[in-house]
């Protein structure tokens, strides 16, 4: 039988120097939650979400065993449901804060780096979860999950994920880019992908005292040649095609320009009216194309920044700092397929929500480890293997000390073809309410 201490410490773990009761106590009183004296009070109630998400999402059953308390399913699940959201959310900010405070960062040029990606998980098929985040265009009703559009920044040393908005799933990823730059400081550089290489996302940055580093849109037609010509309003009425929109303005380097972007006429379905009239007219922005060298699916890049000055950003920098952006996939996969958020458990919104906000906190939580075995063990803390300090995090007693990690060997040029060696099992898509299916069957069981 264990002691009450006892069940506390495998309640708590190695989280309680970084959670202790007396943060969560004061939170619950500063956003006005009031609760009486139960078994599952919200201390315990925090802290046994806190290690289910932390052991990969485990099912309550599971939970129980794993602290040795002794409560049911439906306890638990009401339990986490009185927990409010801006609970959580308080808590991931003041935890999430006060790892950013005590870990060292790099910065680039005197600059803060954040990375920008979009992404996306599942969760169960309840009519609340499909009205409110949809599901993808080509499932018939009732044959398919609800697929939230996960917006994500991360600080580009540390890792650390400073920020996420789920939105419904049919949406491009600028539409919860505002709330990505809410809590930003001028000067502050954002790297992301194609998507956020949009003429109203630099302009947007630039309004904001922003820079940015975004691969080319797709849709963007770029030339080097000096002094090349540029569509206007007598080129397509002549239908001349294939012309760059912007303007060119001056050679930097070798592919390296600076060129004026043109305000376009039709709104993206992500800004208000008020929001895109108070973007300029034009656009100074620098065009630059480099050739990545080591074997990559991609071989050639084309960015488009609003770092100007090439003496202070040269191109070569610029190429450094965007190859940065694909530690967001590896960071990615680690919170979708290393923690289990891919499928998310709660069958409300403001359940999954709170599931969302409690695998930022876990998340961090990993990535500080990482951040102080890196700083032990002389090493970046991208090289820190994540899924030992997950290990070390799970099983840690606490006040245990943090032994050596594991470390990532370094494998510039490793190539890995994007296949699956172990097949699937082979069965058909369901194409067709599960119900119906079921009448079917029955059907063919009745003797004539």
């Not at 009486?36 to 201390?43: A, F, K, S, T, V």
């Not at 290690?51 to 602290?67: K, P, S």
């Not at 009401?78 to 006060?98: E, M, N």
């Not at 969760?123 to 265009?137: C, R």
Request: charged share 25%; glycine share 6%.
């Amino acid at each position: 039988m264990l002691s009450m201490t006892d069940s506390l410490d495998r309640i708590k773990g190695q989280l309680t120097d970084t959670i202790p009761d007396e943060l969560v106590h004061r939170l619950c009183h500063e956003v006005g939650h009031r609760w009486r004296q139960r078994d599952l009070d919200p201390i315990i109630t925090t802290h046994l979400f806190l290690q289910q998400v932390l052991h990969g999402n485990l099912a309550v059953g599971e939970l129980r065993r794993l602290t040795g308390q002794d409560f049911t399913d439906s306890a638990y699940c009401q339990a986490r449901a009185r927990l409010p959201r801006t609970l959580l959310d308080r808590l991931q900010r003041a935890v999430t804060g006060t790892l950013e405070a005590t870990t060292p960062r790099e910065l680039w040029h005197g600059h803060r780096v954040f990375l920008l990606d979009g992404s996306s998980f599942s969760m169960p098929d309840t009519p609340e979860l499909q009205a409110h985040f949809g599901q993808p265009s080509g499932q018939a009703p009732g044959c398919g999950f609800p697929v939230a559009h996960l917006m994500t920044r991360f600080d580009a040393h540390t890792g650390y994920l400073l920020h996420t908005a789920a939105l419904p799933l049919e949406g491009s990823d600028l539409s919860g880019v505002a709330a990505l730059h809410a809590d930003l400081c001028p000067g502050d550089v954002l790297v992301g992908d194609r998507a956020f290489g949009t003429y109203a996302h630099l302009a947007l940055c630039r309004q904001r005292g922003l820079h940015g580093v975004f691969r080319a849109h797709q849709k963007q037609i770029i030339d080097f040649r000096p002094h090349r010509p540029h569509a206007t309003s007598r080129s397509r009425q002549r239908g001349q095609k294939g012309l760059p929109s912007s303007r060119w303005l001056r050679r930097l380097g070798p592919r390296d320009q600076l060129v004026e972007y043109v305000k376009p006429k039709k709104r993206p379905a992500w800004m208000t009216e008020a929001q895109y009239a108070q973007l300029p007219e034009t656009l100074v922005v620098r065009e630059l194309r480099y050739t990545i060298q080591e074997p990559h699916r991609t071989r050639a890049v084309t960015l488009v920044t609003t770092r100007l000055d090439p003496e202070q950003y040269s191109a070569a920098a610029l190429a450094k700092l965007y190859g940065l952006r694909w530690s967001v996939e590896t960071n990615l996969k680690h919170l979708k397929q290393t923690l289990q958020m891919d499928i998310l458990r709660c069958k409300t919104v403001e359940g999954v929500l709170k599931e969302l906000t409690v695998f930022v906190l876990i998340y961090n939580l990993v990535r500080r480890v990482m951040c102080e075995a890196g700083q032990r063990q002389q090493v970046p803390p991208e090289r820190i293997s994540f899924i030992d300090a997950w290990r070390w995090l799970r099983h840690a007693r606490p006040g245990e000390a943090l032994p050596p990690l594991v470390v990532n060997p370094k494998r510039p040029g490793r190539v890995e073809p994007r296949v699956r060696k172990r097949r699937p099992k082979q069965f058909p898509v369901l194409k067709r309410p599960r119900a119906e299916l079921r009448k079917v069957l029955l059907q063919k069981k009745v003797p004539a």
